[in-house]
């Protein structure tokens, strides 16, 4: 033990006795300008020694109340989480009736007010949310509850045709990036009382396809079709790309056939090791000690790591952009679920080669024209694709297209991942079960009709 742990003063964590009302409030202090910080500068731009510093008070004496920079984010973490679990306890009876469809709907309602009291700790944990991050294992253990209470709410309320674990999953993932979308921009410019009510309804059949019409039809926005030329969702236009850098290695072809298996070697590997670790966790020496290679070597290729993460995000364009016209060829009605299937056979493969470059687009703090330029491009091009078939659905019931293509989107961008089951290769399942989940919510007619 050294000097320092020695004389170290006891920690003031939530339940010292000797907190005290002082330290409570810098107890509070911290986490406030810790949020703050976060916000304007992101997790890993924001050090210890400038939350101290915003607070008023030394590095050593922070460190009396929290350990480390992540037990500040998992303390935030933690204070949402209660709130959230707090709602679900409040929620009344779920179902296909008016009154289950209320319930729902005040619930969304509620944890959209949640999610924006916190939305930085949301973005922020898009930045760390990686398979080795040390406090995942923490996460996942308050999550797995969150999802267990909300899947017993659900076995309770009659639901049919889905495991209620995954139903919970379901809701919970596309909830959750719903309102990230909202809270980053990437919404049409509706009110935030029509785009939760669109959420509503997506919801709400997605869990209970039975639910009558009349029931959706008391608070649902009414339709609009989305403009052909982007203007719904003008965060998305697709945009010339900047030139590449002169002297970035990306167009060098005079590498020669060596060069480019090497190359194609460390694109590779990047795109491993960005999805497994993460793009900030991964560094150049990671990246060499992985390949074998040395820093000159690399650097021959790619002068910067972001300069690897563009020839990624190029790469996933160029792999996603043919399956966006294939996405607007499915047909809404009995064929749907199995045209479906089959598309997402093809795009989970895709999204797992590129997570480490979707998570970096997601983390919503990239100022790099080309990576935001790319990121646009593609986003655009599935909002494009999935519109036909989306106006296409003979609906019962009222629901704007936009809002529908935003769930979607949603959808796509999270319950690939949260859907996985750890140890097992489930793709098959999962195009299975997301094609059902997305069929129920948002491309059959849904609605019954009312009685009499």
Known sequence: MSREEILRREGYGPTSPVVGERGAYTRR????????????????GTSVDSIAKAVGISRPA????????????????????????????????????????????????EWAYIYDKYATVHVQWANIDTPESPIRPVVERLVHSFHERIADRLASSGLQGL????????????????????HMGFAPPL???????????????????ETPADALAAIAPGGRPRPTD???????????????????????????????AT???IVETGARLFTERGYHETSVDDLLAHLGLSRGAFYKYFPEKINLLLELADACAAAVNPLTGRLALIEPGQEAR??????????????????????????????????????????AGLLRGSTPVLQGVDRRYPLDTDIA??????????????????????LGRRAELMAALIDRAMLSPGGCPAPG
């Open 263 to 265: 190359r194609r070697r």
């Open 62 to 109: 922070l460190y009396q109340y929290f350990e480390s920079k992540l037990q500040i984010f998992l303390e935030l973490l933690d204070e949402c989480g209660s709130a959230l679990d707090r709602v679900v306890r409040r929620i009344g009876p779920l179902g296909p009736t008016r009154v289950g469809f209320d319930d729902l709907h005040w619930w969304l309602g």
């Open 163 to 182: 495991d209620p674990l995954d139903a919970a999953i379901a809701l919970t993932g596309t909830v959750h990036r719903y309102h990230y979308f909202l």
């Open 405 to 426: 293509a935003t769930v979607l989107g949603a959808m796509l961008a999270r319950l690939p991942e949260v859907l996985r089951r750890p140890g097992q290769d489930d």
């Open 230 to 260: 982007d203007t719904a969702f003008p965060m998305f236009r697709v945009r010339e790309l900047p030139a590449a850098e002169p002297g970035d290695g990306r167009q060098d072809r005079e590498i020669g056939q060596r060069g480019r």
């Open 29 to 44: 202090r911290i986490t406030d300008e810790s949020l703050r910080l976060f916000e304007r500068h992101g997790f890993h």
């Open 191 to 209: 009110s935030r009382d029509d785009l939760l009510d669109g959420l509503a309804v997506c919801m709400q059949l997605m869990l209970f396809p």
């Open 338 to 379: 199995p045209q479906l299937r089959d598309w997402l056979l093809d795009f989970l493969p895709v999204y797992e080669s590129y997570l480490g470059v979707i998570r970096a687009w997601l983390q919503g703090a990239w100022r790099e024209p080309r990576l935001t330029a790319t990121a646009a491009s593609i986003s």
